[in-house]
């Protein structure tokens, strides 16, 4: 049962891909093993810390964001997006056919009813 261990070199070896400096490799590898693995562990935990609140702010961006669309009840787009739909809604408003029917033919079928109304009321024949 021969457990691999972490000899010297293996740590040095380490400290070199991580490019420690020169000062910080000597202080490490001067200290008794406990405090290095305690020395690591304190490195890790810190890292794992600031990952949790990294995705924790992740997370608050977006639920903050998500509230601002929906309380504008609308997807949001991009200024491109805008032109573009500004522009389909104006052509699409010129071949509106009962919108041209309102606004045209309605007004002139209504102007003729009455005067043929008021033509027979007034003794037309």
């Known amino acids: 049962m021969n457990e691999p261990r972490m000899t010297t070199s293996n ?14 490799r000597q202080v490490f ?19 794992s810390s600031q990952i949790a609140g990294l995705q924790k702010d992740a997370i608050d961006y977006r ?7 929906d309380g504008h009840s609308q997807e949001v787009m991009n200024t ?10 104006a052509k699409a ?12 033919v309605l007004p002139a079928v209504a102007t003729a009813i009455t ?8 003794g037309g024949r």
């Open 11 to 24: 740590i040095r070896e380490m400290l070199g891909a991580v490019q420690a400096d020169k000062e910080a």
């Open 29 to 47: 590898l001067s200290m008794p093993r406990e405090e290095q693995l305690l020395a690591i562990l304190g490195m890790i935990a810190f890292l």
């Open 63 to 69: 639920h903050k964001r998500e509230e601002i669309e």
């Open 80 to 89: 491109t997006q805008k032109i573009v739909k500004a522009i389909s809604e």
């Open 93 to 104: 408003s010129e071949f509106n056919f009962w919108l041209w029917f309102r606004d045209k």
């Open 115 to 122: 005067l043929a109304v008021l033509y027979l009321a007034f």
